[in-house]
């Protein structure tokens, strides 16, 4: 019959797509070293001024050509704002929330994490060209949402 014929061509159709999207995934995680940004720990969001390394927001050098940023998202600032890096330097970006759940992303990167009271989130990136990268919070956080924004300058 003409139906099963469809059928059978739709379920063709799907399972080629969902092979096509298994080995998207498998090639962007395994070639391109695609990776989700990671819960690494838990943090009592209360006492963040008193959490290394939270009590100190900010850039540090970590190693020859190695930076970690670590941030806090607030309503409705990032601590710090404004984060600067060397060209071609990885930088390890280890944030959490203070109060409610913010987003943090950095334009025309891959930089993109979700800030989580209590949680800890970590993402590597290596910014490989100078400029000024604007950083904005992508969840809706309270009324002052749209002021929160900073920016990550690579000099």
């Not at 970590?62 to 806090?72: D, F, H, K, R």
């Not at 987003?103 to 025309?108: H, R």
Request: charged share 15%; glycine share 8%; hydrophobic share 45%.
């Amino acid at each position: 019959m003409k139906i099963d014929l469809y059928e059978k061509a739709y379920l063709a159709v799907s399972g080629v797509l969902l092979v096509f999207c298994l080995a998207a995934l498998l090639y962007a995680a395994t070639v391109r070293g695609i990776h989700l940004p990671t819960h690494v720990a838990e943090v009592d969001p209360h006492r963040l001024a008193q959490t290394p390394p939270f009590d100190r927001p900010g850039v540090r050098q970590t190693g020859p050509n190695q930076y970690e940023a670590v941030i806090v998202g607030r309503a409705w600032v990032f601590d710090p704002a404004v984060i600067e890096v060397p060209a071609g330097a990885e930088v390890t970006f280890t944030a959490t929330s203070a109060d409610v759940i913010h987003g943090f992303n950095i334009a025309t990167t891959r930089v993109n994490m979700m800030l989580i009271p209590g949680q800890v989130t970590r993402m590597v990136y290596r910014f490989r060209s100078p400029g000024e990268y604007l950083l904005i919070c992508h969840e809706f956080c309270g009324i002052g949402h749209h002021t929160m924004a900073g920016k990550v300058v690579v000099r």
